[in-house]
């Protein structure tokens, strides 16, 4: 089943599975291809595949560059790698604590925020197991509450202390790594960093936007 | 007949034209959060960066920066912000209809999109804040990133696509605080909304 070029696959799934509440914690993957051929024409949309995941809420999905693999985080703690053809789970990994946004991916690594374990990494492309072990963390004395950012071989992370943290993208070679700088901004960080022409952005439960960057 | 332009990397380059990065929440339509052109924030000088600027919005949290070739947009619980990029005086503001939770923005190409709660969507003009386009719905539109990871853009005629993939609606919450939608990312007459939440869709002309 090709994606992306115009094929449906109709799970079989009616309309009272595809309502929401019976399906529970998931991915979807829908096709806006056409609006005619799948058994529910009248919606003008199909899905593609449903996977169950675990915990009862996940964070919004994460594609590979070449969408061939999507990323996902629940609030069970546990992150997915999933076949973006098929929906098939290629691995998982449990990072600790919750997943509370979605994943950074960046040169082959995935970096992931928690509620109570910090920043936590893993290899994008999995461990040749079904379940694959963190390669490093950054201690985070709040929860990491936003996707983090990654850009020059850095990846920031704003925290439920009002902390933006910087680690080194490609860890330190040990299991948990230090900041490679910081700042506290006196307010939770309620606006994930972006990245941006030399400037980092970030925005603050207290209302400010906030830019750095070299002076 | 349907004509796939949408690969990720292409697809930030449509949303952003002109060399900018981070027009909607997780930098591009893949979320990767990967900003892979920056060359001045790096490994060897990040132990350098300081706070350049500090800009205040006027009603609560502020939500996930965007960036368009204007300045940086945010919003909050009630309005969309443009600031300047280099010393962040606030460019514009603009309120939806309807605002009850942070009216996410989002860049395509010189517009900033915006939408409240219950309210219409707009098209803003990214340097004066003046509404381009208004996209009259019932429905809470939610942007671009927002709740999606976008496999790629479809264009038909009169309209752009997109092919999406999201996480469920989150358990126990209000229909109408679930709703996420897709719209169209590029000029064009028709849009395409769906809620998932309770799975309708519909389409838009204007």
């Known amino acids: ?215 | 007949m349907w004509r796939i332009v949408g690969r990720v990397g292409c697809g930030v380059a449509l949303l952003c034209l002109g060399g900018c990065w981070w027009p909607v929440p997780g930098g591009g339509p893949g979320r990767q959060a990967n900003n892979a052109a920056e060359d001045q924030i790096t490994a060897a000088s990040v132990a350098g960066i300081e706070e350049l600027w500090s800009a205040p919005t006027d009603d609560g949290a502020v939500g996930d920066p965007v960036t368009s070739l204007r300045g940086v947009h945010v919003g909050d619980a009630t309005s969309v912000y443009a600031f300047a990029d280099h010393d962040g005086s606030r460019l514009w503001s603009y309120a939806p209809d309807g605002a009850g939770s942070t009216p996410q923005p989002f860049v395509t190409g010189e517009e900033v999109w915006a939408g409240g709660a219950g309210g219409p969507t707009v098209a803003l003009d990214a340097s004066t804040g003046a509404v381009v386009r208004t996209i009259v719905g019932d429905q809470t539109l939610l942007g671009l990133g927002e709740s999606y990871a976008v496999f790629g853009y479809r264009i038909v005629p009169g309209a752009a696509m997109v092919d999406g993939l999201t996480a469920p609606p989150r358990p126990g919450c209000a229909a109408a605080a679930c709703s996420s939608a897709l719209m169209k990312i590029l000029p064009g007459r028709c849009r395409w909304e769906t809620t998932p939440s309770s799975m309708l869709a519909s389409v838009w002309c204007n």
């Open chain 1, 1 to 215: 089943m090709p994606v992306g070029n115009n094929a449906f696959f109709d799970a079989g799934f009616g309309l009272v599975q595809l309502n929401g509440s019976n399906i529970g914690n998931g991915v979807r993957r829908y096709s806006f291809d056409s609006p005619l051929p799948c058994s529910w024409a009248p919606y003008a949309m199909c899905p593609l595949w449903v996977t169950q995941l675990d915990g009862t809420d996940s964070v919004s999905p994460v594609l590979s560059d070449d969408q061939a693999t999507v990323y996902v985080g629940t609030d069970a703690g546990t992150v997915y790698a999933l076949d973006a053809v098929t929906g098939n789970i290629q691995w998982s990994a449990p990072v600790g604590s919750q997943v509370i946004d979605s994943p950074a991916l960046a040169n082959g690594r995935l970096y992931v925020p928690t509620e109570s374990s910090g920043l936590v990494v893993l290899d994008a492309t999995g461990c040749g197991s079904a379940t694959c072990s963190p390669l490093w963390a950054g201690p985070s004395s709040g929860a990491v509450t936003q996707q983090p950012a990654v850009a020059g071989g850095v990846v920031f992370v704003g925290n439920s202390d009002g902390d933006i943290l910087a680690f080194d993208a490609a860890g330190c070679a040990a299991a948990t790594c230090d900041p490679s700088w910081s700042d506290s901004t006196g307010s939770p960080i309620t606006g994930a960093p972006a990245i941006n022409n030399g400037q980092l952005y970030i925005g603050t439960a207290d209302g400010r936007l906030i830019a750095y960057g070299i002076p």
